[in-house]
């Protein structure tokens, strides 16, 4: 673990700060739903799926509540650094909206750098392949944005498949997968992540 004063160098080098518009809605400092262990919850404002019956609904507007400053940012790694903490899950809103991802990397490269031990979970709307190389979300930012990333949850939530017991644990609706991200970068196509019951991971013809 880096010492405390050198836990914002590798994003203030950059001035990320003066770049950055993205905002965020909240932060919950020791989470158990979006991932194993208690964990750091991070909600970005923004998203256009606006899928119905969305329980974080007052996440969709881009401009809601407030800045992720310099300040946020010391917060979540100081938070981050406390031994119970299993590590970071970013929600929203969504976070692969272009302009999300562009505010997210600089966060994720400073807490790799500071705290590699901690996995990093984060959750989508959009499915495995919108994310890819000409997918509709792929940005010049994805890429790196998925190498810090241990689990995604993928797919947008169907209130006709809501399914929050523990058989569809991490997700909110029967249709939603948590897949392994480094291996399925890593084969090419979606990869399910290993343990988690009911995540069999389906051809996207068939979902």
């Not at 991490?170 to 291996?183: E, T």
Request: proline content about 7%; some cysteine; charged content about 25%.
């Amino acid at each position: 673990m880096l010492p405390a004063t050198d836990l914002l160098r590798p994003v203030l080098i950059l001035g990320w700060f003066a770049r950055s518009k993205m905002n965020y809605i909240r932060i919950n400092k020791s989470s158990v739903t979006e991932g194993p262990g208690i964990r750091l919850t991070l909600f970005v404002s923004g998203c256009r799926n606006h899928c119905p019956g969305c329980h974080n609904s007052d996440t969709w507007c881009f401009a809601a509540g407030e800045p992720f400053t310099e300040d946020t940012l010391g917060f979540i790694l100081y938070h981050l650094s406390k031994p119970y903490i299993a590590g970071l899950s970013i929600c929203g809103g969504e976070p692969f909206e272009p302009e999300n991802q562009e505010g997210l990397v600089p966060l994720l490269r400073a807490v790799h750098r500071a705290f590699p031990e901690k996995p990093v979970w984060c959750y989508t709307g959009y499915e495995w392949e919108d994310l890819l190389e000409g997918g509709r979300k792929h940005t010049p930012d994805t890429a790196e944005f998925l190498s810090y990333m241990q689990a995604l949850v993928a797919g947008p939530y169907k209130q006709e498949q809501r399914d929050i017991t523990d058989s569809n644990r991490w997700r909110g609706s029967r249709n939603q997968r948590v897949l392994d991200v480094q291996k399925s970068l890593s084969s090419g196509f979606p990869v399910a992540f290993a343990g988690v019951p009911n995540n069999e991971v389906k051809k996207a013809e068939d979902r």
